[in-house]
C-alpha cells in the first residue's frame, strides 16, 4: 500500500516541490524527492554513521535516527542516497533524501526529520552530520526488545548497513569484511560473519590482566550479531556503562564500545557525542 | 571481597559474612555454584562455618525474582582433628528444595554429606567445603580513598585507582563449592543469589545476601540500606533498593561528568541492577564483565566492573584474580595460602 503526503516548510505552507511518498518497507516507509545537496564538511571521525534509539525525553515516543558523516561510505556529495530505518519488523525508508532541513508529520502520528545536526569529534571539535530521524508512538510498536538497524543505499546500487557500535568499529578497519557484511541482511549474520568477528576481535590487543581472548572473543561474537542495535522500549534507553539499551544523542560511546571490544577498562578516550535537544528530533540542528 | 566485612551482623560473624558467589559451567553438562564466607580466613576470621548457619544457593526459574529451587548447606559443630586444636573438622548436609520449600526453612531432599576439607560425591554430585584461596582482587585502599573523597570532598577521585595494590592478595576464604548435573537445576537462562541465615532454637532469620558483586561496599554506601539488602529478598529491590543505587550512581556520574544527564543514568543502573540477582544462560561460558552479566567465573575481575559501572567512567583497579590458583577442575578452588606464603600480610581490617 502506499499513500502519497505533501510535506510542509517551516512556516507551514507546503510546497509541490517536496513531496513526501509513504510506502511499505515491512510497514512504513518515507521517500522524499532529490533536493538541492549541501556541501559536505572533510570527514573528521573514522565512523561513517551513527545509529540511534531511545525514548524521546518529553513525550511518549520512540525515536530512531541514522546520523550520517559526511561523504559516507565513499559517496561523492552529489550521489543520491536512500536510507532504511528499520526498528523490529517495522520500516522507514527515504530517500534518495533531501539533505536540507525538513520536517513532517504523518497522518499517523509519525513525524520525521532530515537534515544537519551538530555534534563533536573525538578531540573535542565541533562538527556537523547529515541526520534521518523518526519519533512515533510507542503504542505502534511490539512490546519487547527491538532489533535496530539501517540500510544505506548509493548509486550504482552500493549498499551499507549499520547496528551495534561495536560491530561498526570492528569494521572500520577491515574493508574486505565490511564488504561482506554490508552485502548481507542481519538474519544471516551470525551464519556468515562469526568466525570472522571471532578472529576480529581475538586478534585486538587484551586490555585486561588475564583476559581469555579467545573465549571472549566468541562470546561477545555471539552477543552482538545479529548485527543489530538492541532496544527494549521498556527500559531506560542509553549506550552507557549502565546497559547496552538503544543509544541517545549524547551518549559517549568510544570508551564503552572498546571496553567492551578488549574486556578491559579503557579510560581516556575521545568524547564524540551529539548534542542533544529537547524537543523533535531531539540532537541541536545546525541552524 | 566483594562483601566483605559488609554488615554488622557478619561483622561480629564472619562465618556467616558472604564474600563472593561464583556460578558457572564445569565439566560438560555440570553446573558449578560456589559461595564464600569468612574474609580473610584463618588470620581476621575463622576458617569454619557456622553450625546454626543456613548456606543456600537460590534459584529463580521463572523470572520472577523468588526462588524456586534451592540447594542448601548446613554444618554440624566444630570439632578438632587428631586432637589438635588448630585442625578443624565439621560435618555437612547439602539438600534440594523446590517448591515451598525452596523459600524457607531447612527441609529438602538430601543430596550429599560429608566433611570439610576432603568434600563428598554422592548422586552425582560433587560437593567441598573448606578453606580456599580468595579469588576475588581488588584495590581496598583505592575503594576508600575513592568512597572518602566522594564523602568528605563531594570529588570523584579517578586518581586513587593508581595505587594498584591487590588486598586480597594471599588472603583466604572459606568456601562451599557444588558442581552438579546442570539438568538438576533446570535449563535455559535463570537468575542466582546467595543468602546466610541463622536456623536454630529461634525462627529463620537472613542476615546476610549475595546478588551480584560489590552492591554494598560499592553502591550502598547508606548502612541502614545495606541492612534492608542484606535481610531481603530480590522482589523487592526495584522498590526497596532502586533508589538508592539510583542516587548514588547519578552522584557518583554527576561529579564524574561522564554524563550530561546524571539522574538518567542512576535509573539506567538501577533498571540494570534490580532485582539484583547473578543471572545465568545454563551450559553458557560464564562471563561477568563489560559485555554483559552471565554467570561468574572465578577469574572474572569483577571489581572493574563494577566501579565502572558506579561512575560511567572507564575505571581499573590495575589488580586481577590470582589465576595461578584457579584448578581447571573440581572443586575449582586452588590450594589455600599456607602460613608461610601468607608472611607478612597484614590482618584485615574489620
Not at chain 1, 525538513?102 to 499517523?108: I, N, Y
Not at chain 1, 519487547?144 to 560491530?167: D, K, Q, T
Not at chain 1, 585486538?204 to 545479529?226: C, E, F, M, N, Y
Amino acid at each position: 500500500m502506499t499513500k502519497q503526503f505533501t510535506t510542509a516548510n517551516k512556516d507551514g505552507l507546503s510546497s509541490p516541490s517536496r513531496r513526501l511518498m509513504l510506502t511499505g518497507c515491512g510497514s512504513l516507509a518515507v521517500t522524499a524527492s532529490l533536493a538541492p545537496w549541501i556541501t559536505w564538511s572533510a570527514p573528521v571521525d573514522r565512523s561513517q554513521g551513527d545509529l540511534f534509539a531511545f525514548t524521546a525525553p518529553t513525550k511518549h515516543d520512540l525515536v530512531f535516527a541514522l546520523a550520517l558523516s559526511p561523504r559516507p561510505f565513499g559517496q561523492t556529495e552529489r550521489e543520491p542516497l536512500t536510507v532504511r530505518l528499520h526498528a523490529g519488523a517495522s520500516c522507514w525508508m527515504v530517500g534518495p533524501f533531501a539533505l536540507q532541513d525538513s520536517e513532517d508529520v504523518l497522518p499517523d502520528g509519525t513525524c520525521l526529520f532530515t537534515g544537519q545536526v551538530r555534534r563533536t569529534t573525538s578531540n573535542g571539535a565541533r562538527a556537523m552530520a547529515h541526520l534521518i530521524a523518526v519519533a512515533t508512538s510507542a503504542e505502534q510498536m511490539p512490546p519487547g526488545s527491538l532489533g535496530v538497524w539501517a540500510e544505506i543505499l548509493g548509486a550504482g546500487a552500493v549498499r551499507w548497513r549499520i547496528g551495534n557500535p561495536v560491530v561498526s568499529h570492528l569494521l572500520a578497519d577491515d574493508a574486505r569484511l565490511a564488504q561482506l557484511h554490508a552485502a548481507l541482511h542481519p538474519a544471516m549474520d551470525v551464519q556468515v560473519l562469526s568466525a570472522a568477528i571471532a578472529r576480529r576481535i581475538a586478534a585486538l590487543p587484551t586490555g585486561g590482566l588475564g583476559v581469555d581472548s579467545q573465549a571472549h572473543a566468541k562470546r561477545l561474537a555471539a552477543l552482538i550479531l545479529p548485527d543489530t542495535l538492541q532496544f527494549d522500549p521498556a527500559r531506560p534507553s542509553g549506550y552507557t556503562f549502565a546497559g547496552l539499551n538503544g543509544r541517545r544523542a549524547e551518549d559517549v560511546i568510544e570508551p564503552v564500545v572498546q571496553t567492551v571490544l578488549v574486556g578491559a577498562p579503557r579510560p581516556g578516550l575521545g568524547a564524540r557525542c551529539y548534542l542533544a535537544a529537547s524537543q523533535f528530533p531531539y540532537f541541536a540542528k545546525a541552524a | 571481597m566483594s562483601h566483605h566485612f559488609d554488615t554488622p551482623t557478619t561483622r561480629e560473624d564472619p562465618r556467616i559474612n558472604i564474600c563472593d558467589l561464583y556460578l558457572f559451567e564445569g565439566s560438560p553438562g555440570r553446573t558449578v555454584m560456589a559461595m564464600t564466607v569468612n574474609p580473610d580466613a584463618g588470620v581476621s576470621s575463622p576458617d569454619t562455618f557456622r553450625d546454626e548457619g543456613l548456606y543456600a544457593f537460590r534459584f529463580d526459574l521463572n523470572g520472577d525474582a523468588k526462588e524456586e529451587l534451592t540447594f542448601k548447606v548446613r554444618f554440624g559443630p566444630v570439632e578438632h582433628l587428631d586432637e589438635d586444636e588448630h585442625r578443624h573438622i565439621q560435618h555437612f548436609e547439602v539438600r534440594r528444595a523446590a517448591g515451598a520449600d525452596a523459600r524457607k526453612g531447612t527441609e529438602g531432599a538430601v543430596l550429599a554429606t560429608g566433611e570439610t576439607g576432603s568434600g563428598a560425591r554422592a548422586n552425582d554430585v560433587s560437593v567441598f567445603a573448606g578453606l580456599a584461596p580468595d579469588l576475588f582482587a581488588g584495590d581496598a585502599a583505592a575503594l576508600r580513598a575513592f568512597q572518602t573523597a566522594l564523602a568528605k570532598e563531594n570529588r570523584f577521585a579517578a586518581e586513587v585507582w593508581q595505587n594498584r595494590k591487590n588486598f586480597f592478595a594471599k588472603r583466604n576464604v572459606t568456601a562451599i563449592v557444588i558442581e552438579l548435573p546442570t539438568q538438576m537445576i533446570g535449563r535455559g537462562r535463570i537468575h542466582a543469589w546467595a543468602t546466610a541465615s541463622l536456623h536454630g532454637h529461634a525462627p529463620e532469620v537472613q542476615v546476610c545476601r549475595w546478588g551480584l558483586p560489590l552492591i554494598t561496599n560499592v553502591l550502598i554506601p547508606d548502612q541502614d540500606v545495606r541492612e534492608i539488602y542484606n535481610r531481603t529478598g530480590p522482589a523487592d529491590d526495584r522498590e526497596k533498593l532502586g533508589p538508592a543505587l539510583s542516587q548514588f550512581t547519578a552522584r557518583v556520574s554527576g561529579l564524574a561528568g561522564s554524563t550530561p544527564n546524571p539522574a538518567e543514568y542512576g535509573r539506567q543502573v538501577a533498571d540494570r541492577l534490580c532485582p539484583i540477582m547473578l543471572p545465568y544462560e545454563l551450559g553458557s561460558h560464564a562471563a561477568f564483565d563489560f559485555a554483559g552479566f552471565n554467570g561468574r567465573a572465578p577469574g572474572d575481575d569483577v571489581m572493574d566492573v563494577i566501579i565502572t559501572l558506579a561512575s560511567n567512567v572507564a575505571l581499573a583497579d590495575g589488580v586481577a584474580p590470582d589465576r595461578t590458583r584457579i584448578r581447571p577442575d573440581f572443586p575449582y578452588f586452588g590450594p589455600a595460602f599456607t602460613a608461610e606464603e601468607q608472611a607478612g600480610i597484614v590482618p584485615a581490617q574489620k
